[in-house]
């Protein structure tokens, strides 16, 4: 099992524990950087598996009890290198468009952005099947030449915004504001002290300290000061964002609350996405004649699933959360609601799946439910913690789901396991090599 989960695994830790590495670059050296060093690792890792595939290191004098030999080593390192090269570049392109876009558009941003990066799978496993069919090596090196093109494609045509612009169209806006509020301060001061209008009590105050600071319908729009008016931030907009990055976001009970529930909900979804394809082999695998061809084609359509239904999920979620933020005053987290309904009916169907006929449904709404995850909670981050320090803290956020992903995966690991036997004594063939299941959905289930 090592040598089938290492390779994985090395990825998971390049996407989601090197992302705030990728994260820091980006915040205080743009997006070119991080972006031409994931190019590098891209045609390094796909190059390097498609290399390995196609030309095996000798395995002579390695014991066979022994699971680090040089080939799994190879490949962990090719793995985690595309692991990187998604982190970084996932990163710095939302940290690039965020910067350039309104408050109000921020969610639609990380959603759009974050939705390529979900239809990728279904993009080029779809263009290596109908160019090369049945050909892995021609699929590694479509991989390979398709993702660093892009990516360095990407890295040259990407231009952020100066810093100085930015800067001056914010004073712009902060002088405009200041202008506005000394008209209201004059006229104030030319209203009479008392008349038969003046209610009892007078001013305007802080609804947090009303209804507390944690009201979450309040949080959304920018409350009054004692002024009348609203503190402007760094991009001219009337909010006050907590500029916390770094370690000392695990301080935060915001961020502590958002990492739990970014953990709750797409850890599981990680969970599915990595196990897919055991469940569909030991669903097909229940009674006698299956075949390991047709299983194979039904494990390719349910990644197909999973990519396209997961690039629903980002590009929608992120246009309704900003349409409801800023046409109905309902707050962006509200979203995480639907998300989480989602992924309690998947996983309510998969409980009672006994064949394949339904699965395919279960596999449409953990990439819906995955897909808005992963698009709502840059854009929470943004707006409790700032643009500052935009894609580190997103980085850190996203570690969430890795750690609670690995924790999911290895409780279904070990009840599959737990229900497995050695391939090699099955009487159909072929069957493969490692474990096999044949007990349905009694494989990951324990009642």
């Not at 990066?117 to 090596?137: D, Q, V, W």
């Not at 797409?266 to 196990?275: A, E, K, V």
């Amino acid at each position: 099992m090592f040598c089938v989960q290492s390779d994985p695994f090395a990825y998971v830790v390049g996407v989601y524990f090197f992302a705030p590495v990728s994260g820091w670059i980006a915040d205080r050296r743009g997006p070119k950087i991080p972006l031409f060093a994931a190019s590098i690792f891209l045609f390094l890792g796909y190059g390097g598996i498609a290399f390995l595939f196609s030309n095996t290191i000798p395995q002579t004098n390695i014991p066979n009890s022994w699971p680090l030999t040089p080939l799994v080593s190879a490949l962990t390192l090719c793995s985690f290198a595309t692991g990187v090269a998604g982190s970084a570049g996932i990163i710095s392109a939302m940290n690039a468009g965020v910067r350039v876009m309104e408050d109000k558009y921020h969610a639609s941003t990380t959603g759009g952005i974050n939705s390529a990066f979900g239809l990728s799978a279904f993009f080029f496993s779809t263009l290596a099947r109908e160019l090369f069919p049945g050909r892995t090596g021609a699929f590694l090196t479509v991989l390979c030449l398709g993702t660093g093109t892009a990516v360095l494609l990407g890295a040259i045509l990407v231009r952020p915004p100066p810093v100085g612009q930015i800067r001056l169209e914010s004073a712009e806006e902060a002088g405009e504001t200041e202008e506005a509020e000394d008209a209201d301060r004059v006229e104030e001061e030319q209203r009479p002290f008392w008349t038969e209008q003046t209610p009892l009590r007078t001013g305007t105050f802080d609804e947090s300290v009303l209804y507390g600071e944690r009201n979450p319908w309040a949080s959304q729009a920018a409350t009054p000061n004692a002024s009348g008016a609203a503190t402007p931030n760094a991009n001219g907009s009337r909010s006050n964002k907590a500029e916390v990055h770094g370690l000392s976001l695990f301080t935060s009970l915001d961020f502590l609350i958002i990492f739990g529930i970014v953990g709750c909900l797409g850890g599981p979804g990680l969970m599915y996405i990595n196990n897919v394809g055991s469940i569909v082999q030991a669903l097909f695998a229940v009674g006698e004649g299956w075949s390991k061809h047709e299983a194979e084609k039904a494990q390719a359509s349910q990644v197909g699933i999973l990519s396209v239904c997961s690039f629903v999920g980002r590009f929608a979620v992120g246009f309704l959360a900003d349409h409801l933020s800023h046409s109905h005053t309902i707050p962006r987290t509200s979203c995480l609601l639907l998300s989480s309904t989602i992924g309690i009916v998947a996983i309510s169907i998969l409980l009672n799946t006994t064949d394949m006929d339904r699965l395919w449904i279960v596999s449409a709404l953990w990439g819906v439910s995955y897909g808005t995850v992963f698009a709502l909670f840059p854009a929470l981050v943004l707006e409790r913690f700032g643009i500052e320090h935009f894609a580190q803290n997103a980085g850190l956020m996203g570690i969430a789901a890795a750690l609670f992903g690995n924790v999911y995966n290895y409780a279904f690991g070990r009840n599959f396991d737990n229900h497995s036997r050695p391939a090699s004594f099955e009487p159909v063939k072929p069957v493969g090599e490692g474990l096999i299941c044949l007990e349905g959905r009694g494989c990951y289930i324990t009642r």
